[in-house]
Nanobody, 123 residues
Framework: QVQLVESGGGLVLAGGSLRLSCDAD????????MGWFRQAAGKEREFVAAVSRSPENTYYADSVKGRFAISRDSTKNTVFLRIENLKPEDTAVYYCAVAETIAAMKRGEYDYWGQGTQVTVSS
């Protein structure tokens, strides 16, 4: 059973920053590409960022390039999402997810995902 546990969300002012974390078990971390998607209230899921297993290439949605940074720490089986210059439109539940390929992740075809962490940005 794949387990993904997100943390780090919260309420922040516009212009602030957050670092989201996703803890995964070791098998998951080694067997899947990992990433994040978000879902705002009343909207569809939106791919945000992903990082491949090896090499650790990163991929971003155009809407977040330059403000979001994804990374993975193999010593901790953790994936991070650093978000800078937060905007009200970033308000959403952020989910950590895994997929067999980056292409699948970009299409929204996730194999597993966590419970999500709420990010709320006030103006």
């Amino acid at each position: 059973q794949v387990q993904l546990v997100e943390s780090g969300g919260g309420l922040v002012l516009a212009g602030g920053s957050l670092r989201l974390s996703c803890d995964a078990d070791g098998r998951t971390f080694n067997d899947y590409d990992m990433g994040w998607f978000r879902q705002a209230a009343g909207k569809e899921r939106e791919f945000v960022a992903a990082v491949s297993r090896s090499p650790e290439n990163t991929y971003y949605a155009d809407s977040v390039k330059g403000r979001f940074a994804i990374s993975r720490d193999s010593t901790k089986n953790t994936v991070f999402l650093r978000i800078e210059n937060l905007k009200p439109e970033d308000t959403a539940v952020y989910y950590c997810a895994v997929a067999e390929t980056i292409a699948a992740m970009k299409r929204g075809e996730y194999d597993y995902w966590g419970q999500g962490t709420q990010v709320t940005v006030s103006s």
